[in-house]
């Protein structure tokens, strides 16, 4: 089945003062599904672990470590994002009050029928508003 993977639980993956046992189990679901992703969270997750490089928290071997070890999971950019982001996607921003990058998350989880991996509690009570199973 899969689900749609935010950035945040696949920083939790990749920093190991995040790391949990929750968050570990959504890792080995991967070898037998795939994560789905807006088309915004490559840059979302660089910009993320650029900030991590710059405040120390990880080293520069770390980081082309992480990014190989990413590239290697089964992770599916989704093309049609940028199709409807000034549709239904900035229609949810708008009802939800979040950003039209946070919702285009939550339109991705909702046209696929997956449930949404997130530790975001703002992702988490959007989900229960919108009847989408948050993991973990």
Sequence with gaps: MGFVLDTSVALA???????SAAVDALID????????VPEI???????????????????????AKL?????????????DTEGRALGDTLGLA?????TTYDASYLELARRRSLPLATLDRRFRRACVAMGISALP
């Design 13 to 19: 993956w990749l920093l190991a003062d995040e790391q």
């Design 29 to 36: 679901r991967l070898s037998s599904e795939t994560a789905h």
């Design 41 to 63: 969270w490559p840059l979302e997750v660089g910009n993320a672990l650029l900030v991590a490089l710059r405040r120390g928290r990880i080293g520069e071997p770390d980081l």
């Design 67 to 79: 990014t190989r070890g990413l590239s290697a999971l089964p992770i599916e950019v989704d093309h």
């Design 94 to 98: 708008r009802r939800l009050g979040l």
